[in-house]
């Protein structure tokens, strides 16, 4: 089901661009709106650019995932030295 709702919202602004131009068939977008659009998109990509770049492991260190300790509680994943 998850899968579903994810596909929706994926096709979501496809069919509201769909409806858009179903109820104005002769009117194209204005170039404030390319312009709005052209700017998300490269805010959006400039965005996954410094979130990739800040959250990214230095090649010497290994992910420990989280387990559970001795004593039954989880301790939770970290970054360590490579050996």
């Known amino acids: ?5 994810e596909f929706l919202l994926f096709l979501l602004p496809f069919a509201a661009y769909a409806v858009w131009r179903w109820y104005n068939p ?6 404030r709106v390319m ?8 805010l959006m990509l400039l965005f996954a650019i410094w979130y990739g770049l800040s959250v990214s492991m230095a090649p010497h260190e290994v992910y420990v995932p989280a387990h559970l300790g001795p004593d039954g509680r989880v301790v939770p994943g970290r970054l360590e030295p490579a050996r």
């Open 1 to 5: 089901m998850p899968y579903l709702i």
């Open 26 to 31: 002769g009117i194209e977008p204005g170039p």
């Open 35 to 42: 312009a709005a659009a052209a700017a998300g998109v490269l």
